[in-house]
Protein backbone atom coordinates (compact mmCIF):
# COMPACT_ATOMS: atom_id res chain seq x y z
CA UNK A 1 0.00 0.00 0.00
CA UNK A 2 1.21 2.94 -1.09
CA UNK A 3 1.68 6.34 1.83
CA UNK A 4 2.94 9.39 1.94
CA UNK A 5 3.37 11.25 4.93
CA UNK A 6 4.35 15.22 4.95
CA UNK A 7 5.92 16.61 8.27
CA UNK A 8 7.42 20.01 8.90
CA UNK A 9 4.11 22.71 8.39
CA UNK A 10 4.05 25.16 11.06
CA UNK A 11 3.33 29.16 11.11
CA UNK A 12 6.43 31.47 9.89
CA UNK A 13 6.88 35.10 9.99
CA UNK A 14 7.07 36.41 6.14
CA UNK A 15 10.70 36.06 4.58
CA UNK A 16 11.30 33.34 7.10
CA UNK A 17 11.99 29.82 5.58
CA UNK A 18 10.74 26.02 6.44
CA UNK A 19 11.32 22.74 5.28
CA UNK A 20 8.94 19.95 4.31
CA UNK A 21 9.43 16.62 4.73
CA UNK A 22 7.37 13.80 2.80
CA UNK A 23 8.21 10.50 3.76
CA UNK A 24 6.93 7.34 1.53
CA UNK A 25 6.08 3.83 1.57
CA UNK A 26 4.61 0.83 -0.70
CA UNK A 27 6.77 1.39 -3.86
CA UNK A 28 10.15 1.48 -4.90
CA UNK A 29 10.67 5.29 -4.12
CA UNK A 30 13.88 6.20 -6.58
CA UNK A 31 11.59 5.05 -10.19
CA UNK A 32 9.42 7.07 -9.28
CA UNK A 33 8.66 11.54 -10.41
CA UNK A 34 7.78 13.01 -7.11
CA UNK A 35 5.79 16.37 -6.46
CA UNK A 36 4.42 18.84 -4.24
CA UNK A 37 1.13 20.75 -4.91
CA UNK A 38 -0.60 22.98 -2.59
CA UNK A 39 -3.79 24.24 -1.51
CA UNK A 40 -4.75 27.87 -0.39
CA UNK A 41 -7.57 27.81 2.25
CA UNK A 42 -10.75 27.83 0.24
CA UNK A 43 -8.96 27.36 -2.86
CA UNK A 44 -8.11 24.64 -5.52
CA UNK A 45 -5.51 22.77 -6.26
CA UNK A 46 -2.04 24.62 -7.46
CA UNK A 47 1.38 22.57 -8.99
CA UNK A 48 4.35 23.88 -6.96
CA UNK A 49 7.48 21.36 -8.31
CA UNK A 50 8.14 18.09 -9.56
CA UNK A 51 12.00 15.95 -9.33
CA UNK A 52 12.59 13.10 -10.99
CA UNK A 53 13.24 9.76 -9.92
CA UNK A 54 16.93 10.08 -9.96
CA UNK A 55 16.77 14.03 -8.89
CA UNK A 56 18.80 14.81 -11.92
CA UNK A 57 15.91 16.88 -13.20
CA UNK A 58 13.70 19.30 -11.22
CA UNK A 59 10.47 21.62 -12.56
CA UNK A 60 9.08 24.69 -10.79
CA UNK A 61 6.11 26.79 -11.13
CA UNK A 62 7.01 29.87 -11.97
CA UNK A 63 5.96 31.60 -8.70
CA UNK A 64 8.53 29.75 -6.76
CA UNK A 65 11.43 29.59 -9.05
CA UNK A 66 14.54 31.16 -6.91
CA UNK A 67 12.72 30.61 -3.56
CA UNK A 68 11.78 27.22 -3.18
CA UNK A 69 14.11 24.21 -4.12
CA UNK A 70 12.38 20.19 -4.33
CA UNK A 71 14.91 17.48 -3.34
CA UNK A 72 15.00 14.37 -2.36
CA UNK A 73 17.01 10.99 -0.72
CA UNK A 74 16.49 7.75 -2.28
CA UNK A 75 17.96 5.84 0.50
CA UNK A 76 15.65 7.37 2.80
CA UNK A 77 12.66 7.25 0.55
CA UNK A 78 11.91 10.93 1.83
CA UNK A 79 11.19 13.90 -0.39
CA UNK A 80 11.82 17.58 0.61
CA UNK A 81 10.42 21.17 -0.28
CA UNK A 82 12.81 23.53 1.24
CA UNK A 83 11.03 27.09 1.05
CA UNK A 84 12.98 30.71 1.61
CA UNK A 85 11.68 34.14 1.62
CA UNK A 86 8.10 33.25 2.05
CA UNK A 87 4.91 35.04 1.67
CA UNK A 88 1.77 35.52 2.89
CA UNK A 89 -0.05 33.87 -0.59
CA UNK A 90 2.31 31.02 0.52
CA UNK A 91 -0.43 30.14 3.32
CA UNK A 92 -1.59 26.59 2.22
CA UNK A 93 -1.76 22.63 2.62
CA UNK A 94 1.33 21.61 1.11
CA UNK A 95 0.44 17.83 -0.57
CA UNK A 96 3.18 15.67 -1.69
CA UNK A 97 2.22 13.17 -4.91
CA UNK A 98 3.56 10.32 -6.27
CA UNK A 99 3.48 10.67 -10.13
CA UNK A 100 2.73 8.12 -12.15
CA UNK A 101 4.08 5.50 -14.95
CA UNK A 102 2.42 7.28 -17.79
CA UNK A 103 3.33 11.04 -17.61
CA UNK A 104 5.69 12.96 -15.91
CA UNK A 105 3.15 15.14 -14.00
CA UNK A 106 0.37 12.76 -13.54
CA UNK A 107 -0.40 12.60 -10.11
CA UNK A 108 -1.66 8.86 -8.88
CA UNK A 109 -1.49 8.76 -5.13
CA UNK A 110 -1.67 12.05 -2.47
CA UNK A 111 -0.64 12.23 1.17
CA UNK A 112 -2.28 13.77 3.63
CA UNK A 113 -0.98 17.13 3.20
CA UNK A 114 1.08 19.94 5.68
CA UNK A 115 -0.61 23.18 6.80
CA UNK A 116 2.26 25.87 6.19
CA UNK A 117 1.07 29.46 7.39
CA UNK A 118 3.09 32.61 6.76
CA UNK A 119 2.13 35.03 9.11
CA UNK A 120 3.59 37.66 11.34
CA UNK B 1 -0.29 27.67 -19.90
CA UNK B 2 -3.43 25.47 -20.03
CA UNK B 3 -6.80 27.12 -18.51
CA UNK B 4 -9.49 24.69 -17.37
CA UNK B 5 -12.88 25.93 -16.96
CA UNK B 6 -15.20 23.65 -14.60
CA UNK B 7 -19.07 23.53 -14.89
CA UNK B 8 -21.16 23.48 -13.05
CA UNK B 9 -19.65 25.08 -9.98
CA UNK B 10 -22.17 23.39 -8.04
CA UNK B 11 -24.18 20.44 -8.71
CA UNK B 12 -27.17 19.22 -6.50
CA UNK B 13 -28.29 16.09 -6.96
CA UNK B 14 -30.27 13.00 -4.79
CA UNK B 15 -28.04 9.79 -4.18
CA UNK B 16 -28.94 7.73 -6.91
CA UNK B 17 -29.17 10.13 -9.51
CA UNK B 18 -26.68 10.85 -12.42
CA UNK B 19 -23.98 13.49 -12.12
CA UNK B 20 -22.35 14.91 -15.50
CA UNK B 21 -19.64 17.21 -14.74
CA UNK B 22 -17.47 18.88 -17.68
CA UNK B 23 -14.03 20.32 -18.04
CA UNK B 24 -13.32 22.48 -20.88
CA UNK B 25 -9.43 23.62 -21.73
CA UNK B 26 -8.41 26.96 -23.28
CA UNK B 27 -6.20 24.60 -25.94
CA UNK B 28 -5.87 21.18 -26.81
CA UNK B 29 -4.63 18.84 -23.97
CA UNK B 30 -1.78 16.41 -25.51
CA UNK B 31 -2.91 12.74 -26.06
CA UNK B 32 -5.58 13.33 -23.53
CA UNK B 33 -3.32 13.62 -20.86
CA UNK B 34 -6.74 14.50 -18.68
CA UNK B 35 -7.42 13.81 -15.24
CA UNK B 36 -10.07 14.08 -12.55
CA UNK B 37 -9.07 13.54 -8.65
CA UNK B 38 -12.00 13.85 -6.18
CA UNK B 39 -11.53 15.59 -2.59
CA UNK B 40 -13.28 15.51 0.34
CA UNK B 41 -13.77 17.92 3.65
CA UNK B 42 -10.51 17.54 5.54
CA UNK B 43 -8.67 14.93 2.95
CA UNK B 44 -5.96 14.55 0.58
CA UNK B 45 -7.37 14.40 -3.36
CA UNK B 46 -7.81 10.90 -4.61
CA UNK B 47 -6.89 10.21 -8.61
CA UNK B 48 -10.45 8.79 -10.68
CA UNK B 49 -9.33 8.94 -14.22
CA UNK B 50 -6.44 9.42 -16.55
CA UNK B 51 -5.86 9.44 -19.77
CA UNK B 52 -9.47 10.96 -20.14
CA UNK B 53 -11.14 7.89 -19.34
CA UNK B 54 -9.11 5.01 -17.68
CA UNK B 55 -10.23 4.41 -14.16
CA UNK B 56 -7.28 4.15 -11.13
CA UNK B 57 -6.24 1.47 -9.59
CA UNK B 58 -9.54 1.04 -7.16
CA UNK B 59 -11.89 2.97 -8.43
CA UNK B 60 -15.29 1.87 -8.57
CA UNK B 61 -16.66 1.11 -11.97
CA UNK B 62 -19.61 4.10 -11.82
CA UNK B 63 -16.94 6.83 -12.44
CA UNK B 64 -16.67 7.37 -15.88
CA UNK B 65 -14.38 9.54 -18.13
CA UNK B 66 -15.06 10.78 -21.93
CA UNK B 67 -13.90 12.97 -23.85
CA UNK B 68 -10.50 15.08 -25.95
CA UNK B 69 -8.91 17.80 -27.28
CA UNK B 70 -10.46 20.61 -25.25
CA UNK B 71 -13.87 19.11 -23.96
CA UNK B 72 -14.08 16.61 -21.12
CA UNK B 73 -16.76 14.96 -19.00
CA UNK B 74 -16.91 12.88 -15.63
CA UNK B 75 -19.78 10.85 -15.29
CA UNK B 76 -21.05 9.14 -11.63
CA UNK B 77 -23.89 7.15 -12.83
CA UNK B 78 -25.48 6.50 -9.55
CA UNK B 79 -24.89 8.62 -7.21
CA UNK B 80 -23.27 6.76 -4.00
CA UNK B 81 -23.65 8.86 -0.30
CA UNK B 82 -19.72 8.78 -0.08
CA UNK B 83 -19.50 10.13 -3.68
CA UNK B 84 -20.54 13.91 -2.69
CA UNK B 85 -17.50 15.77 -2.50
CA UNK B 86 -15.31 18.34 -4.63
CA UNK B 87 -14.00 17.11 -8.28
CA UNK B 88 -11.00 18.41 -10.18
CA UNK B 89 -9.53 18.06 -13.90
CA UNK B 90 -6.18 18.14 -14.13
CA UNK B 91 -3.77 18.65 -17.45
CA UNK B 92 -0.65 16.72 -17.26
CA UNK B 93 0.31 17.47 -21.23
CA UNK B 94 2.45 20.48 -21.02
CA UNK B 95 4.26 22.16 -18.45
CA UNK B 96 3.19 23.78 -16.50
CA UNK B 97 0.16 20.85 -15.08
CA UNK B 98 -3.26 22.98 -14.76
CA UNK B 99 -6.00 22.32 -12.48
CA UNK B 100 -9.45 23.12 -13.18
CA UNK B 101 -11.27 24.98 -10.32
CA UNK B 102 -13.47 22.38 -9.06
CA UNK B 103 -17.64 21.12 -8.96
CA UNK B 104 -19.28 20.80 -5.93
CA UNK B 105 -21.12 17.55 -6.28
CA UNK B 106 -23.67 18.57 -3.01
CA UNK B 107 -26.41 16.46 -1.58
CA UNK B 108 -29.75 18.27 -2.77
Known amino acids: EVQLLESGGGLVQPGGSLRLSCAAS????????MSWVRQAPGKGLEWVST????????YYAEFVKGRFTISRDNSKNTLYLQMNSLRAEDTAVYYC?????????????WGQGSLVTVSS | EIVLTQSPGTLSLSPGERATLSCRAS???????LAWHQQKPGQAPRLLIY???SGATGIPDRFSGSGSGTDFTLTISRLEPEDFAVYYC?????????FGGGTKVEIK
Open chain 1, 51 to 58: ISGSGDNT
Open chain 2, 51 to 53: GAS
Open chain 2, 90 to 98: QQYGSSPPT
Open chain 2, 27 to 33: QSVSISY
Open chain 1, 97 to 109: AKCGTWALYSFDY
Open chain 1, 26 to 33: GFTFSTYA
